[in-house]
C-alpha cells in the first residue's frame, strides 16, 4: 500500500461504517414499509409487502454482518461507496410515485447508464427486461400485488 492510500483510508475510516448504517436503515425502512403499510400476506398469498420485508430484511442483517466484521480490504471505496445505498435509496423513495415495477427498472436503467457506463439501448433494454420480469414472474405467476404508485393509479 502506498503513502497517499494510507493517507487516504486514515483520513476517511468512518465511510464504510456510514455507508453500511445507511444500508441497514434502509433496510429496516423497506421491511417497515412492507409490514405496516403494504401488507405481508393477504388473501391467503404473498401481499404487496412480501418483497419488500424480505429484501429489506436481507439487507438488514447483511449489513449488520458486515457492520461487525472485521474490515480485511486494503483500501476504502471511497465515496463511490456510496452509490449503491443512495441508489437503492432513490429507488424506494420513487415507490410511492411510480410504483414498485417502474422504479426497480428505472433504478437498473440509470445504474447501468451512469455507474456502469453501458450504452443506453443496453440500459434501457436491461431496464425494460427487469420490469417485463419483475411483473410477469409476481405478478401473474405467483399473484403479488405490488405497490402502485400515485401514476399508475391516476392512469387506471
Do not use: C, D, H
Not at 441497514?24 to 425502512?29: D, F, L, M, W
Not at 425494460?128 to 387506471?156: D, K
Amino acid at each position: 500500500m502506498n503513502n497517499e492510500s494510507a493517507y487516504a483510508q486514515q483520513k476517511r475510516p468512518w465511510l464504510p461504517v456510514i455507508v453500511t448504517l445507511l444500508i441497514v436503515a434502509i433496510g429496516v425502512t423497506w421491511a417497515a414499509f412492507g409490514l405496516f403499510k403494504y401488507g405481508v400476506w393477504q388473501n391467503r398469498g404473498p401481499g404487496a409487502g412480501f418483497f419488500p420485508v424480505v429484501a429489506g430484511s436481507g439487507a438488514f442483517f447483511l449489513g449488520l454482518i458486515e457492520l461487525f466484521r472485521k474490515q480485511e480490504r486494503a483500501e476504502s471505496g471511497g465515496i463511490k461507496s456510496i452509490w449503491p445505498a443512495l441508489g437503492m435509496a432513490l429507488a424506494i423513495a420513487s415507490i410511492p410515485l411510480f410504483g414498485m415495477v417502474i422504479a426497480m427498472s428505472i433504478f437498473v436503467m440509470v445504474w447501468m447508464a451512469l455507474i456502469e457506463s453501458q450504452r443506453w439501448w443496453k440500459s434501457l433494454l436491461t431496464g425494460l427486461g427487469t420490469g417485463i420480469a419483475l411483473y410477469l414472474l409476481f405478478g401473474l405467476w405467483l399473484r403479488v400485488a405490488f405497490p402502485q404508485g400515485i401514476i399508475i393509479q391516476l392512469l387506471q
